[in-house]
């Protein structure tokens, strides 16, 4: 391909103008997230699961969020895949 001014100086462009299977110059490429955080109280109702069985699990991390006043909040990283509901976000 031969281009009429100077080359683009960067490489996703120059893919773009010879043909990239992917959407670019400027728009950014999107993936649905593998993952979402769930209050431990909503795991029952958004999963089927126990938060033990949940928990036993591969892949499943139990997080704290604990706020200037000390106020703790349990939340756990869960994979779509497992969700019966999807959560409010």
């Known amino acids: 391909m031969v281009f009429d001014s ?7 462009l120059s ?3 010879v043909g990239c299977p ?7 490429w ?3 997230p593998g ?3 769930i209050a431990v109280k909503d795991v029952r109702r958004l999963t089927g699961l126990e938060l033990s069985e949940l928990l036993s699990r591969q892949n ?6 604990i706020d200037e006043s000390g106020a703790r909040e349990e939340f756990v ?5 497992l969700l019966i509901e999807e959560p409010a976000d």
């Open 77 to 81: 990283r869960v994979p779509v895949e």
């Open 6 to 12: 100077p080359a683009p100086s960067t490489p996703c």
């Open 60 to 65: 499943i991390q139990r997080l704290t969020r």
């Open 35 to 37: 993952f979402k955080l």
């Open 30 to 32: 999107h993936r649905k």
């Open 22 to 28: 992917i959407p670019c110059a400027g728009v950014p």
């Open 15 to 17: 893919l773009c103008l």
